[in-house]
């Protein structure tokens, strides 16, 4: 897994971008990739006014227009319909409020920081793409000591080198709009365009799952509008200017407004339970095996059929914001701090939630491979 991402990166006033995107939708032993390149052009004004030293407000406008383009053959179907929609018109109003108290901005020690942020794309703004999205963060530092350990060490500089952990919460919730002017077809041209939907996985998320991981449900694999992250990361410094070892604790879940699907979506959402009902009635025995065993690999199945394909585990809802609905994952690296160029080095591996009191968390046997992740910028961790 290899990102690329800047902490400035929302802070630019122009944005000149093309990008070469590689999907991993391939499941045969077949060398060729999904590959297809995504073009834009736009620009961001705004102001922003900071309050009581802490307090910070912004407001900024952002429009700019995008096409995909060169798609190879195995990209998918979402895709396909991106390039045959040509050059897309985005119109966004964003605006935000902030609070934050951290000791430093790169290598913060203590404190926290809060956002909210609210987007209001296109709808009476113009464009192709119809949603508002709401941005909740929060992250908060701890030292638990430094290499003075606790003053028995008479050293100043040691006081330096504080063992840090970060916790943190980053949740992102897209609503579907309508367009303001006119109509558009959402089956042609959807309200909510691929770019702007959310994924789990990667260096930015999920550190060791993969965008389309096997076991994610099948409606996380293509994107989904909501997104809620937890993280807690524990780091040790070497060099505390510089380089950290670090651990960490991932979690990360995607929802869905099920009730706004259109097409062969809505028909698959609507039928799944009368499908379930007469699979089971035709075949009982068959349908009980295929649901809780992997039949060609001849073991019990990580996740059930209906886990990872009844919609109504997709729904934003309090039965859903539960552990058995979370993935996650741990691991260990290095965070290097390089000015203008940080970079993040880990192993990481996925556990599943056993619900046993005891150990909560558990491996899986059939994936208990440590991935490795790397990273360059410091846009989340």
Do not use: C
Not at 216 to 224: S, V
Not at 304 to 314: K, Q, S
């Amino acid at each position: 897994m290899v990102s690329f991402s800047f902490s400035f990166y929302s802070s630019r006033i122009y944005n000149v971008g093309a990008v070469s995107i590689t999907e991993n939708n391939n499941q045969q032993s077949i060398k060729e990739q999904a590959i297809y390149s995504r073009d834009g052009v736009g620009f961001t004004v705004g102001i922003g006014h900071r309050i009581f030293i802490n307090w910070t407000h912004f407001h900024r406008y952002s429009p700019s227009i995008y096409a995909s383009t060169n798609p190879s053959s195995l990209v998918s179907d979402q895709v396909l319909a991106e390039v045959r929609r040509g050059w897309q018109f985005r119109s966004q109003i964003s605006n935000g409020i902030a609070y934050d108290i951290r000791d430093n901005v790169f290598n913060p020690t203590q404190g926290y920081d809060l956002l909210f942020q609210m987007d209001n794309v296109g709808q009476a703004l113009g464009g192709q793409s119809h949603f508002d999205q709401y941005r909740v963060l929060a992250e908060y530092y701890h030292t638990w000591f430094d290499y003075s350990f606790f003053g028995l060490f008479r050293n100043n500089a040691l006081k330096r080198w504080r063992v840090v952990q970060e916790f943190r919460s980053s949740s992102l919730f897209t609503y579907q709009r309508v367009p303001y002017y006119g109509k558009q077809d959402p089956i042609q041209r959807p309200y909510i365009q691929l770019q702007d939907l959310q994924f789990l996985g990667g260096y930015e998320s999920l550190r060791g799952w993969f965008y389309n991981d096997a076991k994610y449900p099948t409606e996380w694999r293509d994107g989904a509008a909501t997104r809620m992250l937890f993280s807690s990361e524990l780091r040790f410094p070497i060099e505390p200017t510089l380089l950290w070892l670090v651990a960490f604790f991932d979690a990360g879940a995607l929802y869905e407004e099920v009730n706004r699907a259109t097409g062969v979506r809505r028909d698959l959402f609507t039928t799944y339970d009368q499908r379930v009902r007469e699979a089971q009635l035709k075949d009982p025995m068959g349908y009980a095996l295929s649901n809780h065993y992997n039949l060609n690999a001849l073991r019990k199945a990580d996740y059930t059929y209906e886990e990872l394909n009844n919609p109504a585990n997709l729904v934003l809802s309090g039965n859903n914001i539960a552990l058995d609905k979370f993935r996650f994952s741990w691991g260990i690296g290095l965070r290097i701090q390089i000015p203008v160029l940080p970079l993040r080095i880990y192993f990481a591996q996925k556990l599943k939630y056993s619900g046993v009191p005891d150990h909560p968390f558990t491996k899986f046997e059939s994936d208990n491979a440590f991935q490795f992740v790397f990273g360059i910028g410091d846009y989340r961790f």
